[in-house]
């Protein structure tokens, strides 16, 4: 039985001339929202600030049944939870071993004090405190006391291959031609990041040059990240309607409208990146099919530009079945299989043993969902990772066996490519 305690104030206010980005930027930058999500779809940007409650699962979790049953008991109405999901999330609830290092959380979710939300010319602010209400209505109504800075010289981060990610990929290619079940394989690499980072202005820069499915920025549960989406790893309405959006295949975005038309011409007749995206659409469709009727694939093989590379792309659709609720599709399609690999199960041992520790936020998912029975999971890839004193950047390729080690691994820095790191004091 669900206890409410509390309840949301709202005001509803124009935005004048400052653009959505400038203003959640400069909100975050106020400091008065400890711990904080950004989360951006289609333009709209939401901010949640502070927690009422909060949701998390440690790595003894098997089905995500605690999640549902902690949302049905929160204590304000109305509410929208923000947070991520772990990689490693998937293993635990696929009955393998996350690993002792995977953290204590594999998942962290809150339902914000303090919710700001942009909508067109207008925006949302909800507080649960009147005060701090008035407070966040001032800073909002308050002239704008710094803008975005205009683009300066990055981090000049080297893109070598210094971990031995080839040889990564030649191991795994001995596995995709054994006897086992495994199709595809994703691996990636990290590349650390000096510091100081300044991680609001690398996602306010990086938002103006990045063409995301979803954007993010974050300081939860020890991990601070920002960065910007290819796809979705599931969608879910209040009605019930199921999507997800798997992007396999890469070719590089030059800048040059001729070389970028060749390439893609190259990524839509190589039989290797159409091999990848076809076993991913397969494994997609399979998913959602465990927990929708009407499962069928709305678009195929189109081609989708992100920042400095260009995919091709699929969109698979159902609705879920009537006994069921959008965590059951999230746990269906949780990781991504762009991220993981076909079958998911022996993926998961092969890519800990060969990337050597827990992938933590990369591949993973930050999320909403509501009251309502929305949510809405971004793959985390194109990102910038901050935790315990480290900062890095984290890309992958996926590995079927017609790769080849050295173009995997120029992949890999296509997409480094596509997230620049700015640094701070």
């Not at 999640?67 to 293993?91: D, H, I, K, S």
């Not at 400095?308 to 609720?325: E, F, I, K, M, W």
């Not at 901050?386 to 992949?411: F, K």
Request: glycine share 8%; hydrophobic share 40%; charged share 25%.
């Amino acid at each position: 039985m669900t206890t409410t305690h509390l309840r949301y104030r709202e005001v509803r206010l124009p935005r004048a001339a400052e653009n959505p980005l400038a203003l959640i930027v400069r909100l975050v930058r106020s400091g008065l929202f400890n711990p904080y999500v950004v989360y951006e779809r289609d333009g709209a940007f939401s901010l949640a600030g502070g927690s009422l409650a909060s949701v998390r699962l440690g790595p003894g979790a098997r089905d995500l049944s605690e999640v549902e049953q902690r949302f049905a008991t929160m204590p304000v109405t109305g509410w929208r939870a923000y947070g991520w999901a772990a990689f490693e999330l998937g293993a635990a609830l696929a009955g393998a071993d996350p690993g002792p290092d995977a953290g204590p959380d594999l998942l962290h979710l809150i339902v914000p004090a303090d919710e700001i939300r942009t909508y067109g010319d207008d925006v949302l602010v909800r507080c649960v405190d009147p005060a701090r209400l008035d407070r966040i209505v001032a800073l909002i109504d308050a002239p704008p006391a710094e803008t975005i800075p205009e683009p300066r010289a990055p981090i000049d981060l080297p893109l070598a291959d210094t971990g031995n990610y080839r040889a990564a990929v030649a191991a795994a290619l001995v596995e995709l031609n054994g006897p086992g079940p495994l199709e595809k394989v994703i691996l990636s690499r990290r590349v650390p990041v000096p510091g100081p980072v300044d991680l609001i202005t690398s996602y306010a820069l990086g938002r103006r040059v990045n063409t995301p499915a979803r954007s993010f920025l974050l300081d939860l549960g020890g991990i601070r990240a920002a960065g910007f989406s290819p796809e979705t790893v599931v969608e879910v309405t209040a009605d019930g309607h199921v999507r997800t959006h798997p992007l396999a295949g890469t070719r590089a975005r030059t800048g040059s409208p001729t070389e970028d038309a060749r390439l893609r011409a190259e990524l839509l007749s190589d039989p290797k990146e159409i091999h990848e995206h076809a076993v991913s659409v397969r494994l997609s469709v399979e998913e959602m099919t465990s927990v929708c009727d009407d499962t069928y694939v709305s678009e195929y093989m189109t081609v989708e530009e992100r920042g400095t590379v260009q995919h091709l792309a699929s969109r698979v659709v159902g609705h879920l079945r009537p006994d069921l609720g959008p965590w059951h599709a999230f746990a269906a399609l949780f990781p991504a299989v762009t991220a993981t690999g076909i079958p998911k199960a022996p993926a998961y041992p092969l890519i800990r043993a060969l990337e050597g520790r827990p992938r933590g936020l990369y591949a993973g998912s930050v999320l909403t969902c509501d009251a309502s029975g929305t949510l809405d999971a971004a793959l985390v890839l194109r990102s910038v990772y901050e935790r315990d004193g480290e900062c890095w950047l984290q890309a992958g390729a996926g590995v079927v066996r017609q790769s080849r080690p050295e173009r995997e691994h120029e992949e890999t820095c296509e997409k480094l490519r596509g997230v620049s790191v700015w640094r701070g004091a």
